[in-house]
């Protein structure tokens, strides 16, 4: 998974050249001594490859096919795209938030990038700051909106994200909060053998007889294609149904327009941290309500986040 990369290309757009390019390297590594670097990191691998190939008349077609560089790892699966939704001032939780997801596991055969998303930063001094995390951790989203969840933002963020990201789409898009904290391998998992098309998935609401009219807003995921009608239905404006609480409102969209209809229902493995905190479970695919540092820590904890740490005569290690 990968935090870093904002702009980062398409594996999507670049798999044909990357098959391209693996058949070229598998067919030739004998040639080249078996050296694992061509292709992996641009002109040096092709460097590379000319000291080891020696002059055979293979170099230049090696040379040829690798001046742009395959991604080095296997064709992802599938694509997420997870949008935190903060605010500019939560700088110590969008620390943690950020922290909690760089320090898990790497989901496998999977294109995972993380998100800070908020609305316009209206005061001079936060935009300073936040133009500093954008800059050093580029993993900031600013969306043309104003500030105030149950305001529009969620519509902000859905119906922003497939032009903003029209060049390098997702499989899908999830919303989330930065008081869950979310383990997207076990997330990507559920998703790995899902449909790309129609789906919501989340922690299902049962409400009115209906076994899930709505993902809690803890964390959902749609696909693509259901991001992008959201982004055009002009209904959902005339309705003036962008206001409210925003995962009921997103289930309303959805079910009046008949989308979204591979829905899957995450509880057990999705909840609420109880007050007492004693309700973790190893299958989490997400736990919500962690509103205070002791809350993550509890949550760090339990799911043995810190339990690596290298002993060290630097930090006497809890
Ligand atoms: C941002 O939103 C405002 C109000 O809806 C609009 O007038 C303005 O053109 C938008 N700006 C951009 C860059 O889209
Ligand atoms: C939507 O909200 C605007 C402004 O509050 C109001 O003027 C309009 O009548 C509303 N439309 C509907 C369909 O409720
Ligand atoms: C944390 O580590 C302990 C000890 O190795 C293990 O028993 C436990 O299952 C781990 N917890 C999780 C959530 O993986």
Known sequence: MSMKAPASNSYVLLAPLGVLVLVVVVFLLPSLNGSQRVGSDGLGGVMCARRTAGADGYTAAVAVAVVDPPPPR??????????????????????????????????VRARVDVRFVFCRVSDPVDAQLVALEAMRHGDIVVLNCTENMNDGKT??????????????????????????????????DELRHKPRDDVYLGYGYAMGGQPMPFMHGMGYVVSWDVATWVSTAE????????????????????????????????????????????????????????????????????????????????????
């Open 74 to 107: 296997e064709e992802p699966e599938l694509s997420l795209l997870v949008g935190v939704l903060t605010m500019p001032k939560r700088y110590e939780r969008r620390d943690i938030v950020r922290l909690a997801y760089a320090l898990q596991p790497p989901a």
């Open 155 to 188: 519509y902000a963020y859905l119906s922003s994200i497939p032009r903003l990201f029209a060049s390098a789409p997702y499989d899908y898009v999830m919303k989330t909060d930065d008081d869950t904290y979310l383990r997207v391998a076990r997330l990507v």
């Open 235 to 318: 209904e959902i404006l005339a309705r003036n149904d962008t206001e409210g609480p925003e995962d009921l409102m997103v289930g309303k969209w959805l079910n009046l327009a008949g989308r979204g209809r591979n829905r899957y229902d995450l509880k057990p493995r999705m909840y609420d941290l109880s007050w007492d905190m004693d309700n973790f479970r190893p299958d989490t695919v997400a736990v919500h309500m962690l509103k205070d540092n002791r809350r993550w820590a509890a949550t760090f904890i339990y799911f043995n986040v810190t339990a690596g740490i290298d002993p060290s005569k630097l930090h006497h290690s809890p």
